[in-house]
């Protein structure tokens, strides 16, 4: 529940409320690691789900877990925090927390919108099998350059900080570690839908005594195809993460760094010439017909 979420983030994490909050609503599951106690949270909400969007979640969320407790990385990163101690752990997430989670929610929702999914990729097929072509197939996309492209506009566009702001490399050297991440528990979730699935189907088939007519399913779950557009996603991110670690290395040596970020362009503005007529013709207040008229 939301209580419980934000005494364990607050702890953990010095979440406000108000980012606990934010972060509990705009996901329909978590799975927030706890640095200071060594513990997870897993926040489940399946109640509602469908049957195959409740295994494909769970198994999702569950791979997060398994990967926090067992995998290599998250058990360096504890370490590492254990040896720089609470007050650094602290100082960070004052300091990059807000930012850090604005950015992840950005990123995986317009990947959502890229993608071509519809509003959730949690359950589902698709119309394409595994591999580049079914992913360019998918989001529209004529080549993986194209993709590329897409995806190097969007990171620049809307994660990538103006005029080479410091934060940029923290902030893209996580989210591509957040990626990785999520792009393992969609792999998870997908196979797992995928299999519960065909079982349902053999069922099916085997109580109507037409097992023999049984092919497992081939096309990509919605879960694997974004989990494939994370992949592209990350290969952009490793090179903006380079770009930024150039400009570290520029500014050391008291040279100027390249911004990267692209700005939003202006609104495209039109101009129409009103012929006198017209003007007089407008419903237009009595003191601006009189300023017209002398």
Known sequence: DLATFKEFTAKELNFTDDLAEMFFQQSKSAVIPGPKSNKSLLSLRIKNMRPEEA???SSHELEHV???RLGFRPFRER????IRG???LENYAQKYASLM???NMVLQGNLLLKSKLGSSATYGFTSYEAGIEGLLKQTGMKSKEELHKMLENLIRERIILPDCDKRNLKVLK???VLLKDESRAYKVGGKVERRHTDALNLKSLTENGSASE???ATNLTKSEMLAQLYDEAIVILKKEVRHQRMNKFKSFFGLKPKDYNIKPEPPATT????PEEEIMEMDLPKEILDELNR
Not at 271 to 274: D, E, F, G, N, Q
């Open 271 to 274: 101009r129409r010439v009103v």
């Open 214 to 216: 049984f092919k497992p």
């Open 174 to 176: 996580a989210l591509k």
């Open 79 to 82: 370490i590492y925090l254990k």
């Open 86 to 88: 609470k007050k650094y």
């Open 55 to 57: 295994v494909n979640t």
């Open 66 to 68: 398994l990967y926090q």
């Open 101 to 103: 989670n604005e950015k």
